[in-house]
């Protein structure tokens, strides 16, 4: 279904004109004053609003606050002369998307103007949709995107998701990896069973081993208690390993057992416990690479490489960007018990500017950022940017620094930022790959990377 347009304007050459424009992308309706506008916006749910601000009996802001007070996420383009830009310039703030001045110069703007709005509308309603399903359903955990690149990849873990065998997935830090795990469960034959998760990366060896396979009443020091592991807790369900390949060589080897015999022993104890579980494992390492290097071991990489899922990072999910910053906006909105928004054409471009090296993390912690920070009202480009962030999130245009000579201490802090900032780009978000390119061990290396705002987890 097309969607709907109105175009309210005295001027009959610029409705026309608009109308032919669009009229294969869009169903546009005509109104010529303030009367005729009121009974179409009554009758009809419109996508976008496009008002002159000069109209017979009516002044296009005006008419546009009451319909806004009647539908608060309209989203509206003021059409404009000359002398009342700064009037537009100022309603903007009032959450107005845009504003074009006439006679229109250029075409290719006034259409790309119009798509844009069309995007941030579509945007509110996929995300409305998708609440309203989360209300009515429980179990598989929706996923924001509509890009062929999502569309794809939820193609494929509806497919896999019924197969009772191990699925890897595979994609740059803060691609949803997780997301995608509850998804592949909530999907599966085993979703009225148990799931866990656990994130090998963020373990010591030891930590991980007992959390995995439990251990008996003095095994070791602190082991007060006989307690249970995940592979005995997730008998029947789903065991999601993150970050697996920073699994140690020594709990790859006891893996792989597992996985081969379905059998295991607490910590502590000689006595074999069976269990059966379907295994759902991620990294956003090359595992092929890992096993070239002597990283992992081979036999356990062909034992869990059965299904692989490549996870597509944000730079390929074409229109996904705003989708997923409307639904971060209307998340911590609710939990920030804040009013923030909407996004202002500006704020639309930057978004979607950016190449967000640290994927839908990245984004939502942007957002998170603003909301926090913002007392209310629109998004502008520059709330993108709160004063103070050594390395922004969103690009903004700035004049260049001065060549002044910088003291020795502030020219090797802006190489640091700089040299890691790229090395992150360069590594595609791979945080165990820029420690190794750089050297820097890794847990230094967050805390290095928070320091300059490149990382903000």
Known sequence: MLPKILVVDDDRYTRTLIQQLMRKTAEVHLAEDGAAARRLFADMDFNLVLMDQRLPHDKGLDLLREFRSRKPRLVAILITGYADVHEAVAAVREGLFDYLSKPFEDLEALEAAVGKALELDRAYREIDSLRSRLA????????????????????????????????????????????????????????????????????????????????????????????????????????????????SPKLQSSLLRVLQDHSFCRIGS?????????LICATNRALAGEVKAGRFREDLY?????????????RERSGDVLRLAVHFLEHYNARFAKQCGPFTADAVRALEACSWPGNVRELQHCIERVVALHRGGVIDRVHLNPGGDPQPAVPVDAPPEPDTPLAYQQARAEFERDYLHRLLQTAHGNMSEVARLSGIPRQNLYVRMKRWGIVTE
């Open 136 to 247: 009515q359903e429980s179990g598989a955990p929706h996923v924001v995107g509509q890009s062929p690149a999502m569309e794809r990849l939820q193609g494929q873990i509806r497919e896999v998701a019924g197969l009772d065998t191990t699925v890897l997935l595979e994609g740059e830090s803060g691609t949803g990896k997780d997301v995608i795990a509850k998804l592949t469960h909530a999907l599966s034959q085993r979703s009225h069973k148990p799931y866990l998760e656990v994130n090998c990366g963020g373990l010591p060896e030891s930590l991980l081993e007992s959390l995995l396979f439990g251990y008996e009443k003095g095994a070791f020091t602190g082991a007060s208690q006989t307690t249970p592991g995940y592979f005995e807790k997730v008998n029947g369900g789903n065991l999601f390993l993150d970050e697996i390949a920073d699994m």
């Open 270 to 278: 000689t006595q074999a416990r069976t269990t059966d579980f379907r």
């Open 302 to 314: 062909y034992r869990i490489n059965v299904v692989a899922v490549r996870l597509p990072p944000l």
